[in-house]
């Protein structure tokens, strides 16, 4: 039932609530024309297919790059578990820096909070780590953590940026106000197409449907654009992505 609802929110009950309004005040007033509804959908459609084709992009980048951040923290742990130089503590200290990474990383994304303060400190702390124990870890070792290092730097800045960077709000807020507008464009013309002398009930069907498709795709491209919350349905289940999953 959950995939059902989902998708129902307030914005919903705002649309619904103008496509009843709207035949109401075109059938009291007579109000009716018949106009190309081209328009409508270059006004409309273009925009909103863009979003979330967009959004899906984001997804899978989103997705590509959690499993190089994970892959890079795991071979990082492989590296040090190797390193004979190092004592049981050491090693135990290692894996709960690694670990404090990876919980770090994916309490940021799930989270509204733009400051990664706290997230670049404890990254940070592999390379005080081995600044540390320079003496125990071998070049070899030191050089190829240094590697993979680089890797999950980069993928936890592309996180960031997927997490910061979103759809430009315009082009949202673009989208979001003709499809409110719409009813009043459309209830009209589809009066005019049907004939007064029909029944009113096929009018709001049509409207009310048309109105409730629209403002639907619009809350899956606003679930989809933002993967980490798992809030939507297609969201990202951080968990799988974590060291110790």
Not at 9 to 20: P, W
Request: include cysteine.
């Amino acid at each position: 039932m959950k995939q059902y609802v989902a998708i129902i929110n307030y914005r919903t009950l705002v649309a619904i609530s103008i496509s009843i309004i709207t035949p109401i005040i075109a059938y009291k007033y007579n109000i009716n024309y018949n106009i190309d509804l081209t328009l409508i959908s270059i006004a409309i459609i273009f925009p909103l297919v863009f979003t979330i084709r967009s959004s899906f992009r984001r997804r899978e980048k989103a997705l590509e790059h959690l499993s190089q951040f994970r892959g890079s923290v795991k071979t990082v742990h492989y590296f040090f578990l190797g390193a004979t130089g190092l004592s049981q503590e050491k090693q135990a200290e290692i894996d709960d820096i690694l670990e404090e990474i990876s919980e770090k990383v994916m309490d940021h994304l799930r989270n509204d909070d733009h400051n990664t303060e706290d997230l670049d400190a404890v990254t940070n702390k592999v390379y005080l780590f081995i600044m540390q124990n320079k003496d125990v870890l071998s070049k070899s070792v030191k050089d190829k953590v240094t590697r993979f290092m680089f890797d999950m730097h980069e993928a936890i800045e592309n996180l960031l940026a997927i997490h910061t960077h979103r759809t430009p709000i315009s082009l949202k807020a673009y989208c979001l106000i003709f499809i409110y507008i719409f009813p009043l464009i459309y209830t009209p013309t589809i009066i005019n197409k049907i004939g007064l002398g029909t029944t009113i009930w096929i009018t709001y069907f049509v409207v009310i449907l048309s109105q409730f498709i629209l403002i639907s795709l619009y809350n899956i491209q606003d679930h989809m654009e933002y993967p980490f919350d798992e809030e939507g349905l297609d969201d990202i289940n951080l968990k799988s992505f974590k060291i110790n999953r």
